[in-house]
């Protein structure tokens, strides 16, 4: 039986001191119950700098900027997601059958994209998916088409895969083309399944 690949794990930021530790997940926590009150656009360092009882000196020193702030929330939250596809109940975490991982998989990155899609704008550049991230997406991609015995180009064949449900792509084709979520989540299960079950000619390898 094939072991997972160690996986990148995002941020990876060097070891705080736990007071430090506590109070950026108090800041975190803070812009997250603005956010869920108020929206994305609502959200200032000096709202944030409020609700979490601190001046708004503490908050420029932690974040340097909003950009910074909304970046820090998005490798907070994609951390907490990792850990769940790394640890977490089936068929997400380990324990299940490699198509039901691959399918939950897809979809949870499809809803984790959507649901922050606000988020990895108004982070700006600051935001830009990390390549730890990139590549913890690929690497698992990859894991799993090899568990299922998927011939061909597997770095290539996750791509094709990971490529539908990357945030750009689903706000294109949700906010602006009116593409049903249910149809896109049904053509993506399409998409696996055809790249799992019709490997490539031998010629074409």
């Not at 812009?31 to 609700?51: D, H, K, N, P």
């Not at 020193?61 to 951390?79: I, K, V």
């Not at 700006?124 to 698992?140: I, K, Q």
């Not at 991609?141 to 792509?169: F, H, K, N």
Request: proline content about 6%; glycine content about 10%; overall charge neutral.
């Amino acid at each position: 039986m094939s072991t997972h690949p160690l996986l990148p794990i995002i941020g990876e930021p060097r070891p705080e001191r736990s007071d430090a530790a506590r109070n950026r997940a108090a800041l975190l926590e803070a812009a997250t119950r603005l956010i869920e009150q108020c929206g994305i656009q609502g959200v200032t360092m000096e709202a944030v700098a409020a609700e979490a009882g601190v001046g708004k000196g503490t908050v420029f020193r932690r974040f340097h900027s909003r950009e910074g702030l909304m970046a820090a929330l998005l490798d907070h939250s994609e951390a907490d997601w990792q850990a769940q596809v790394m640890g977490g109940p089936p068929p997400l975490g380990p324990g299940a059958p490699p198509m039901e991982r691959l399918l939950a998989f897809g979809r949870s990155r499809m809803e984790i994209n959507l649901r922050h899609a606000e988020l990895i704008q108004a982070a700006g550049r600051a935001g830009a998916r990390s390549y730890a991230a990139y590549s913890f997406v690929a690497t698992h991609t990859r894991y799993l088409l090899g568990e299922l015995g998927v011939r061909g180009d597997i770095a290539l064949l996750a791509t094709a895969l990971m490529a539908p449900i990357e945030s750009s792509i689903l706000e294109q084709q949700v906010r602006i083309e009116r593409i049903g979520i249910d149809r896109i989540r049904a053509g993506w299960a399409d998409l696996a399944r055809r790249i799992v079950e019709n490997p490539p000619d031998e010629g074409a390898r």
